[in-house]
T-cell receptor, first 114, second 111 residues
Framework: EAEVAQSPRYKITEKSQAVAFWCDPI?????LYWYRQILGQGPELLVQ????????DSQLPKDRFSAERLKGVDSTLKIQPAELGDSAMYLC????????????FGPGTRLTVT | EDKVVQSPLSLVVHEGDTVTLNCSYE??????LLWYKQEKKAPTFLFML????IEKKSGRLSSILDKKELSSILNITATQTGDSAIYLC???????????FGKGTKLSVKP
């Protein structure tokens, strides 16, 4: 069964360091999403891609976060510099297209900033 | 502001009990409502509801959408310990049809 792949699964970093997460969506899925989930909360959308284009990054803290999907397949989310408040689960999800609302999630990356 | 509210936030039941989880939404350009189950990892898809009054069923789980009341319920019958998880409700809406999640209901099923 096709799955969304993410790495690393866990990351511990010191504040002010740079950190990057990788996501490979289900093959053929044009739309890719990055979410942040803080303990006890539902996931919150950070950025949405349609192929290689950003569709929505209104909730992405652009002073320190960046995301790219250069070839319209896999994607990288970067934080520089990391802050204590960035500790959370970072989830990647994909769907067939913008008009397909069923999203499939990867296993997530648990980030701890010390 | 778009929002999704789930209740209760947590629930403890015994095996064999039936539970009902609630979700209400206020979302512009509402298109569909989705339920996910989250154990100690990423959310896994359960149901997507787009039409009011039509029940979707999968084994012991079922869900229905009420567009008039802007709400949905998720029922689990004959609960098992493996049903222990956080159940997330999300509504698609807004200008991009993005998922807006509630905080989830944490269900604990005791043997």
């Amino acid at each position: 069964e096709a799955e969304v792949a993410q790495s690393p699964r866990y990351k511990i970093t010191e504040k002010s360091q740079a950190v990057a997460f990788w996501c490979d969506p289900i093959s053929g899925h044009a739309t890719l999403y990055w979410y942040r989930q803080i303990l006890g909360q539902g996931p919150e959308l950070l950025v949405q891609f349609q192929d290689e284009s950003v569709v929505d990054d209104s909730q992405l803290p652009k002073d320190r976060f960046s995301a790219e999907r250069l070839k319209g397949v896999d994607s990288t989310l970067k934080i520089q510099p990391a802050e204590l408040g960035d500790s959370a689960m970072y989830l990647c999800a994909s769907s067939l297209s913008l008009s397909t609302y069923e999203q499939y999630f990867g296993p997530g990356t648990r980030l701890t900033v010390t | 502001e778009d929002k999704v509210v789930q209740s209760p936030l947590s629930l403890v039941v015994h095996e064999g009990d039936t539970v009902t989880l609630n979700c209400s939404y206020e979302v512009t350009n509402f298109r569909s409502l989705l339920w996910y189950k989250q154990e100690k990892k990423a959310p896994t898809f359960l149901f997507m509801l787009t039409s009011s009054g039509i029940e979707k069923k999968s084994g012991r789980l079922s869900s229905i959408l009420d567009k008039k009341e802007l709400s949905s319920i998720l029922n689990i019958t004959a609960t098992q310990t493996g049903d222990s998880a956080i159940y997330l409700c999300a509504a698609t809406g807004g200008s991009q049809g993005n998922l807006i999640f509630g905080k989830g209901t944490k269900l604990s099923v005791k043997p």
